[in-house]
């Protein structure tokens, strides 16, 4: 393959990609959806559709051909002439200027050493891992999946709600999410957001405190994750979750990539729920993209003079996402059995006496100790032990280590 100029034999392909610990896809095919990655935009319909017409490995070879112009890489598409988008090869003309500015080895090289130097590996579409999701996206899917953690977690999007939402959060928005996120861990749905401040953050964050799976979606290269004010946060979604990016290492976030970002974040989801967002808010375009590929969307609303609620009462007013009230509420959108859902809360056998309501009130929904319990709820300790041991035989609270949480 030549690659610039440059002849690149499959042992020296197979060199660069052994650095990123393969884990069941063949070198080459890693190769190329690694430099497509590099060299496309995410989102790229026009680099999308070559690719499937005619192959990731085939569309890698045309851009590097010189002699590849946008009349010849058409005729290869072999699409009928009626069927052909209207201004299809300006629009390959245009593609392979900008993909050819970018075509550099020294560019790949450095991407592979920057994942090998934190442990990262890249998936290709050809993986028994890629997401099947992402195929919904259709010639805007991504070319390759950058990813730090365990690659085997990528199958925990099969079971996945997105959560997102406003990075500047209220003590509302904390509350909510908190009680979606154990929704989901009861059910044992991952939960994916894009690991941003704000109602991202707490997603994440209480999905680890329960041990339950997350996956954090980035809009720049897995090299230098952002936002470094995360970075503890990070790392523990690394090593307990997985976190994931179409491009390469070495690509800084920007706007327009977050935008795309928040398209796999619907693509790799069952639903996606906007917790608390603006009215012109980028956690609401994770739903317009839902809603473009019939994912169900839900949104929680607010105090109707809450400008962190706007967005989430613009989305239900305009029809884009159904009401989210509590976590059974997110479960029916998922689609779990209703009656299902209700079984645990109406089959409980407590009769809540004084001592039983007043430990169950002081419990607080990210959970609370047991001399926290004592010193706001003014029992003794053996009332409250009584009590604890009465909720959680019902099945009302439960000990997670050192706290007692809601159920």
Not at 346 to 362: I, M
Request: proline share 3%; hydrophobic share 45%.
């Amino acid at each position: 393959m030549s690659f610039n100029g440059l002849r690149i034999s499959v042992e020296e392909i197979s060199r660069m990609v052994s650095k990123l610990m393969v884990f069941d896809d063949e070198p080459i095919g890693v190769f190329v959806s690694a430099a497509l990655s590099l060299l496309c935009e995410p989102g790229d319909s026009i680099a999308g559709l070559v690719c499937s017409r005619i192959g990731q490995r085939e569309a890698l070879i045309a851009i590097i051909d010189e002699n590849v112009n946008a009349a010849l890489l058409l005729s290869r598409l072999e699409i009928e002439v009626s069927e052909r988008p209207v201004g299809l090869e300006r629009a390959l003309s245009d593609g392979l200027i900008r993909w050819r500015k970018r075509l550099s080895i020294t560019a790949l090289e450095n991407a592979f050493d920057k994942m090998r130097a934190v442990g990262g590996r890249v998936v290709s579409p050809k993986s028994s891992l890629w997401p099947a999701g992402f195929a919904d996206l259709e010639s805007c899917a991504p070319l390759a999946i950058w990813l730090r953690g365990k690659p085997e977690r990528l199958s925990w999007l099969d079971r996945s709600v997105a959560l997102v939402g406003s990075r500047v959060s209220t003590s509302y928005g904390q509350y909510a999410t908190n009680e979606l996120v154990e929704a989901a861990f009861e059910r044992d749905y991952c939960v994916l957001s894009g690991a941003a401040y704000g109602i991202d953050s707490i997603a994440h964050s209480g999905s680890l405190a329960l041990g339950g799976k997350t996956i954090a979606v980035m809009a720049g290269g897995l090299d230098a994750l952002y936002p470094a004010g995360n970075s503890a946060l990070l790392n523990r979604i690394e090593s307990e979750g997985l976190i994931i990016a179409e491009v390469a290492p070495g690509v800084v976030p920007a706007k327009f990539r977050f935008l795309q970002r928040n398209r796999l974040i619907a693509a790799g989801s069952q639903a996606t729920i906007v917790v608390e967002a603006g009215y012109r808010s980028g956690s609401i375009n994770t739903a317009y993209h839902a809603n473009s590929l019939d994912r169900p969307a839900g949104a929680v609303p607010g105090l109707i003079s809450a400008v962190s609620a706007q967005g989430c009462h613009r989305l239900i007013k305009e029809g884009r996402a159904q009401l989210i009230g509590d976590g059974n509420d997110m479960l029916e959108l998922l689609g779990e059995p209703l009656e299902l859902v209700l079984a645990r809360a109406n089959n409980s056998a407590v009769e809540l006496g004084s001592l039983e309501t007043r430990v169950l009130d002081a419990i607080s929904f990210s959970g609370s100790t047991f001399d926290q319990l004592l010193i706001e709820t003014g029992l003794s300790a053996n009332e409250a032990q009584l009590a604890l041991a009465s909720l959680e035989l019902g099945q009302l609270v439960e000990r997670r280590l050192a706290l007692w949480r809601k159920r």
